[in-house]
């Protein structure tokens, strides 16, 4: 190198370092002066750029271990996207039973955080290693022979982008969570990590003995050994986006199935012509709906090519998808089985008659294959039906209690499983002729007639137009039969919908099926010509611009606007604010206030998410093991709650959601408000510890009723006589005072006084008595929507011989 190339090369390495020291001086500067604005290590960035590492680890387990189990189960290489779409969803039904089983030995704790999506990405990672170089190879091939790209791609990627910024923004604040999060999903995940492990509730909470898939993911959020509470709900919602997201670019998979032949990279877009999804309680709010999506693709595939040989291989992978999706919900069972299971049996008469020749030892095939499927569902769904069966006596508590005994089932369970959770919980026609025939009806109108609360979007359609108006156009295209099959899915999945319960959101996990049969359609009219061209574009866009306010509808029913919201939390910083990572604040304060080691019975409260606290709930209808009514004494309530662990009692003051009857509310509010210790309230809840020893005051026997004569009469009833149900054929079966008199008469002997302030007596006195709760009537008194209890003051009156004797502590039937 001779002397100048020397001086060259120098000059060259020290022009490289002058703007190296430069840059880095110029970065320096740039920190030093921001920071002293909005300190660095404050920023938001840090904590959603640690979210998204936690989802792509975790993602990353679920395609590792997910793709050892394809490799090994299915007969033959796949094609590289359908073989990620399946292996991510084994990955996520892998997820669902490692943690659920861990959870049984109550080794829930932080180090698991890390050490689940570690070992789940080591169990597949040199199968991820050698499918990299694979990918690496069809990517340099797809980039020397990929055709230059339409002009209306970019628009269209650039619509599908803006989708998913619409639906993400949202869910960067916690309070974007729906009720249903906040006592269901999110709140169960928060408890399991409380008490680290699965435990069995005692008074037969309904919501635990459900399927959690969906619950067991989130758990990931709140498994994370540091931050807050807001970090915790925000991995959560991250949790459920990216999952989303996988469900979401799926969709091109299932269309080049029902279109064999074209690549459609970009119909994923299509999702986003179903804006339901930006709607409060449609979109991505902590729920269970969309996580049960993921797996709605790769039954679809996996039925196609598991019937044409009948391979057990396929089906059982079929099964296992489908046992993904009904641990997430049953109802997702119920509305994507039936269709598979027929086709199954017919495919397999087939093969038993007239075994094909392509297909050797297809009798055998029709055994195992059916068999393998039945094996596969059962082990998927183990850890759910076994835990219910040994824990309270029924394998999908407490649905099978006509033909078990399930535990706990006290004696007013039947009225309120029935009349109090089926039939005035869910959204559903009539069981004769009529609901048949609005049922069908459903199928074609539901895009139009919408089923959701008024307060959210109301009458105004905003789902499935597309694919219900595309239908028809079917008709008159060729080589549709694929797209007939999914559409038949579709519709027999949406008939069981409207049978069973038909809120809306319920149908969100078919959606991948109808954008995929809604792409195929649109693709298929494409190809026909101007006509098909013109007409479908013009009907796309229509739907496009009538769906585009739907993610600033402010009809969020525990927030308003999300997006509001979240604008807010991303000026905070500009705004100091100090409490910006405080949420469920009044919760959190609630909990700390009891000891770590603390059950809180909550009575007639649902939502608890940052409680971090073990709970008892004794809400009706969703728990079977506790009627305050039965038990009647203090004595025996004392009792219940002591077998069950509670070691604190939680209520809103002077508020009844009248769930219970007259009797059970009076005979509660006697015993939290007098027979706890160590009372205190505040941030709108009343709070008493349980006591050492059993009560010994005596309970209530005499109940005054002052009111408008319709459903109860004026007089002095027996505490037992006010033990009516709310809910059922049986629910104004009230009997006819003992004893009658003037409200003066009536009130010297009464310990307890309900008051109709519909029908106000005038003169009428209350000293001696002190106000304990508003019941909310729900059904009945002739649309009195208040009635007032009051307890005498100093407690019950020396006991009237005319009355009889409550049952004793042993007699109580607690059915557990």
């Known amino acids: 190198m001779t002397p100048k190339q020397k001086l060259a090369r120098s000059l060259e390495v020290g022009r490289h370092v ?67 779409v399946l292996s991510f969803a084994a990955g996520a039904v892998a997820w669902y039973l490692l943690v659920s089983t861990l959870g049984f030995f109550y080794l829930y704790r932080g180090f698991l955080f890390f050490a689940l999506p570690a070992f789940m990405i080591a169990i597949g990672a040199y199968d991820l290693f050698k499918l990299q ?39 960067l604040v916690p309070e974007n969570l729906q009720f ?69 670019l799926s969709i091109p998979v299932l269309v080049r199935r029902l279109v064999p032949g074209i690549r459609g990279r970009h119909t994923w877009v299509v999702r986003f012509l179903f804006p339901g999804v930006f709607v409060y309680d449609s979109s991505l709010t902590g729920g269970a709906d969309h996580i049960a999506a ?72 029709a055994i195992l294959a059916p068999l393998a499927a039945i094996a596969a569902g059962l082990l998927v769904t183990s850890t759910f039906w076994a835990k219910n069966w040994i824990w309270y006596g029924d394998p999908i508590y407490p649905s099978l209690f006509k033909k078990l005994t399930p535990r706990p089932w006290m004696e007013d369970a ?8 089926q039939d005035y919980q869910f959204w559903r026609p009539t069981r004769d002729l009529k609901g048949v025939w609005e049922t069908i009806k459903a199928v074609f109108a539901f895009a139009f007639v919408p089923h959701d609360y008024s307060r959210n979007h109301g009458s105004v359609p905003v789902f499935g137009s597309l694919f219900t108006l595309l239908i028809p156009c079917l008709i008159f295209l060729k080589k549709t039969k694929r797209i007939w099959m999914m559409v038949a899915i579709i519709d027999v999945a949406i008939f069981t919908w409207f049978w ?135 004595q025996a309530v004392w009792s219940i709650l002591k077998e069950m662990g509670v070691t604190h009692v939680t209520w809103e003051p002077q508020k009844s959601k009248g769930w219970d009857s007259i009797a059970g509310d009076l005979v509660f509010f006697e015993f939290a408000a007098r027979e706890t210790q160590n009372r205190g309230s505040g941030g709108g809840f009343e709070w008493g510890a349980m006591t050492p020893e059993p009560p010994t005051s005596q309970p209530i026997r005499e109940v005054a009723f002052l009111g408008c004569n319709n459903t109860v009469k004026d007089g002095l009833y027996h505490l037992a006589d006010l033990h009516v149900p709310v809910f059922g054929p049986n629910n104004q079966a009230y009997v006819d005072p003992w004893m009658t008199g003037t409200p003066a008469e009536l009130l010297a002997r009464a310990d307890a006084i309900v008051v109709d302030n519909k029908c106000p007596k005038p003169g009428l006195g209350l000293v001696g008595f002190e106000l304990v709760a508003r019941r909310k009537n729900l059904l009945n008194f002739g649309g009195t929507k208040e009635l007032l209890l009051y307890l005498r003051v100093g407690g019950s009156l020396v006991p009237n011989p005319s009355a009889p004797a409550p049952a004793s502590q042993d007699d109580q039937d607690r059915g557990d």
């Open 414 to 421: 039947p009225d309120l499983f029935i009349w109090g959770y």
């Open 18 to 84: 002058g703007v190296g020291v430069l840059l880095l001086a110029a970065m320096v500067t740039f920190v030093l002066a921001t920071n002293f604005h909005y300190k660095v290590k404050t920023w938001l960035f840090w904590h959603y750029a640690g979210y998204w590492l936690a989802c792509i680890a975790w993602g990353l387990g679920c395609l590792s271990t997910g793709y050892a189990i394809v490799k090994r189960l299915l007969p033959e290489p796949q094609p590289l996207r359908e073989g990620l």
């Open 133 to 171: 170089r694979r990918v690496r190879g069809k990517l340099r091939v797809a980039r020397r022979t990929a055709a230059r790209a339409p002009a209306w791609a970019l628009p269209v990627i650039v619509f599908g982008l803006i989708g998913f910024a619409l639906v993400y923004f949202p869910l």
């Open 180 to 248: 249903d999060s906040r006592w269901k999903h999110f709140a169960l995940a928060e408890e399991y990590v409380v008490t680290h492990g699965i435990r069995r509730f005692p008074e037969g909470w309904t919501v635990e003995t459900n399927p959690h898939l969906a619950t067991f993911v989130y758990l990931q959020g709140f498994l994370l050994p540091f931050g807050e509470l807001f970090d915790r709900v925000e991995l959560g919602a991250h949790l459920e986006f990216f999952v989303f997201v996988v469900s979401t």
């Open 500 to 634: 069973i319960h038909h809120q809306d959101r319920y149908l969100q996990p078919l959606v991948p099926w109808m954008a995929a049969a809604t792409a195929a359609t649109l693709i298929l009219l494409w190809r026909m010509g101007w006509v098909g061209r013109i007409g479908s574009s013009l009907l796309v866009a229509y739907q496009a611009i009538w769906g585009g306010d739907a993610p600033f509808l402010p009809t969020h029913a525990m927030v308003g606007s999300p997006l509001k919201a979240s604008i807010d939390l991303m000026s905070s910083g500009y705004r100091k604010d100090p409490n910006r990572f405080k949420t469920f604040a009044g919760w959190v304060a609630l909990g700390e206030r009891f000891p770590k080691d603390a059950r809180l019975l909550l009575h007639d409260n649902h939502v608890h998410l940052g409680l971090q606290r073990e709970t008892m709930n004794d809400w009706g209808a969703w728990q079977f093991g506790v009627s305050y009514g039965r038990l009647a004494t203090p």
């Open 294 to 365: 993921l797996f709605v693709v790769p039954i679809a595939i996996l039925l196609i090519k598991g019937l044409r040989e009948l391979s057990w291989r396929y089906l059982t992978l079929f099964a296992v998808m489908l046992g993904g999706a009904a641990m997430v919900k049953l109802t997702c069972l119920l509305m994507f089985a039936p269709v598979g299971f027929l086709a199954i049996g017919v495919r397999v008469l087939q093969f038993l008659i007239r075994p094909p020749a392509h297909v050797p030892r297809a009798r055998r095939a």
